[in-house]
């Protein structure tokens, strides 16, 4: 290794030399960050600069410290060739996040020393001086490619996605507004904001704009921001479903017990991601998406859902041709409610009701696939949950008539069962079971509860169901009401969903009988408790001999298999204590 003092040297003279000779030179001498401040005051020349500096990129992103450097390179260089140095490199950090990416499904992340974030935010910082050195005729050709290799080496952290608002507010031409002094700011290194924009260079090769590229520019913007939208908030809890329900029911909280919203609003992290958002939210805002229409609705269901934006960013003729992200404009119109509602900000009001806007929205992402779905996009299942909530919460039920209500219902118990997050598939379930009870048509309402009972395979969704028909049960007992609720053939209808035949359970094995158990206890317990309710508090309902018959099928068998359970070896305290608790409910009811 040579000496600093003979790399300094060599640095400052060989920079008379041929420029191949010079790059050589360089390559030798240039490993440590002791030498870059030499090495940036021979770059302020220039033609020298000019020539060589794309050349540079990847040789100084290595070296610790090099920003100044490469900004340096970025006003003065060549814009055309460096704008594609910086592309590649930044496709080689899109790379290099397979070997660094920790995959840990219940802690996700980056190595805490990776140098891939820092070298993306100098990336972006030079990007930003970069696009607005060139003068073509069609900037919108360089601007998509760029945006396409910024997403593709993006990761959903809040350093980088502060640099990615840095770079659309600079490719804008809009100044990032200053960040409130506060634990949740973020501020990365924006070159193009605090730097000196007179030493820029001007473009050797530049043209006359066209006309129509300034709408242009600002649709691949507004799509791009969509896009980061969409992802960082499927790699964060951003929880907002949970807190609308909250705001809108207050009484429903445990008193003592710190709420959710509250858990936000004293700790920094959760702090940071509600910041990050609304900053990208702003940032569309400023870029022109501050409306939410009818037709920017109808955009998100009536096109394909799984379109990528991306795709169209290097092939296009117009606006036109550039779309958002769906599960980003999700996201936009989820937080436009969940900011209005629980921050009290001036968000547009959706221009949309649950039917048949939410429902088709909500029909589309979900799709076939419906447990792949949601796992795989948890922040716009929590997303379209929220628009659900708001859309409920402000009456906008129905825009006409048409409204299947057992499709969207369905649906909804979809996300209280796959998403990974408990608090929002509470509030799912939550969603649904007001839906249902809201429903003005009560042989609908039945239906559904059938339909439940009688189809779901998930445990915990047809204890759902039982819940939801003992309140149905109860409001037409104490409304006094004349419904499908209100008479025994209710019971009569669901009684072999509710009290299936058990007697099969006489000739199972201990193995069968421990795994009907692990996937039925949900619902037996809830069966249980509801047989109670209603054979001790609704006898009126009962039919006529279905008393004997219950216990016949359906009791005597199950508490047979119960006691049989609590018997096995090295069985679980828990279910131990859950299968005590479902015999003595089931003696007490005096059918066996």
């Not at 396409?148 to 809040?158: L, M």
């Not at 445990?254 to 936000?264: C, L, N, S, Y």
């Not at 792949?372 to 825009?399: M, Q």
């Not at 008479?487 to 421990?514: C, G, K």
Request: proline share 6%.
């Amino acid at each position: 290794m040579p000496e600093l003092s003979e790399s300094i040297k060599a640095i400052q003279e060989a920079a008379k030399e041929d420029r191949f000779t010079y790059l050589t030179v360089l390559q030798y001498h240039v490993t440590s960050p002791d030498v870059l401040p030499a090495l940036n005051d021979v770059l302020q020349d220039a033609d020298l600069t000019q020539e060589i500096g794309w050349d540079l990129v990847q040789m100084l992103l290595n070296i610790e410290g090099s920003e100044t450097c490469l900004e340096t390179v970025a006003r003065l260089g060549n814009p055309r060739e460096v704008v594609i140095k910086v592309m590649e490199a930044l496709e080689g950090l899109a790379v290099a996040w397979n070997d660094e990416v920790i995959v840990d499904v219940d802690d996700p992340g980056i190595i805490p020393d990776s140098k891939i974030p820092r070298k993306f935010i100098t990336l972006l910082g030079m990007l930003a001086i970069l696009h607005q050195r060139i003068k073509t005729k069609y900037p919108s050709r360089f601007l998509g490619p760029s945006l396409v290799k910024v997403f593709e080496a993006y990761q959903p952290t809040p350093d980088m996605t502060a640099s990615v608002i840095n770079l659309v507010y600079s490719l804008s031409g809009k100044k990032r507004p200053p960040l409130p002094n506060r634990k949740s700011s973020i501020n990365v290194l924006n070159p193009d904001q605090d730097g000196d924009l007179s030493r820029n260079a001007p473009d050797p090769e530049a043209e006359q704009e066209d006309p129509q590229e300034d709408a242009m520019q600002r649709k691949l913007l507004q799509s791009f921001v969509t896009c980061i939208l969409q992802r960082y908030v499927n790699a964060h809890d951003m929880l907002w479903s949970p807190r609308l329900l909250e705001v809108y029911h207050p009484e429903k909280t445990v008193p003592g017990k710190k709420t959710i919203t509250e858990a936000f609003r004293e700790n920094e992290e959760p702090q940071k991601r509600d910041a990050v958002v609304g900053q990208l939210v702003a940032l569309l805002r400023d870029l022109g998406l501050n409306k939410c229409p009818p037709q920017f609705v109808k955009g998100i269901f009536e096109g394909p859902v799984h379109t990528d934006p991306l795709a169209a960013f290097d092939d296009f003729s117009s606006a036109d041709d550039i779309h958002f992200s769906p599960g980003g404009a999700v996201c936009l119109i989820a937080y436009w409610i969940f900011s209005k509602d629980v921050f009290g900000s001036d968000s547009p009001q959706p221009e949309m009701h649950i039917f048949p806007d939410h429902a088709s929205i909500l029909g589309r992402f979900l799709g076939r696939e419906v447990q792949s779905e949601i796992v795989s996009s948890p922040g716009i299942a929590d997303a379209l949950l929220a628009i659900g909530l708001g859309l409920e919460h402000r009456k906008l039920i129905k825009a006409d008539e048409e409204a299947n209500l057992m499709a969207y219902h369905h649906n909804l118990t979809l996300i209280s069962v796959f998403h990974p997050d408990i608090q929002v598939r509470n509030a799912a379930t939550t969603f649904a079971g007001s839906l249902l009870h809201s429903e003005p048509d009560d042989h609908t309402r039945l239906e559904i509860l059938e339909d439940l009972l009688e189809n779901c395979m998930f445990a915990s969704l047809k204890a759902c169901a039982i819940t939801w028909l003992k309140e149905e049960l109860i409001s037409a007992k104490q409304g006094n009401l004349n419904n499908q609720f209100s008479s025994p053939e209710v019971i009569e209808r669901l009684q072999y969903f509710l009290f299936p035949d058990m007697s099969s359970l006489n000739e199972s094995s201990t193995e069968a009988l421990v795994e009907f158990w692990a996937q039925n206890q949900l619902f037996l317990l809830q069966v249980a408790n509801f047989a109670y309710f209603l054979f001790t508090g609704l006898k009126e309902l009962v039919p006529a001999g279905m008393g004997a018959a219950v216990g016949q099928r359906f009791v005597e068998p199950l508490i047979a298999a119960a006691e049989k359970l609590q018997k096995v070896e090295g069985s679980d305290g828990e279910d131990r204590m859950q299968l005590s608790i479902l015999t003595d409910r089931l003696r007490s009811l005096g059918l066996q």
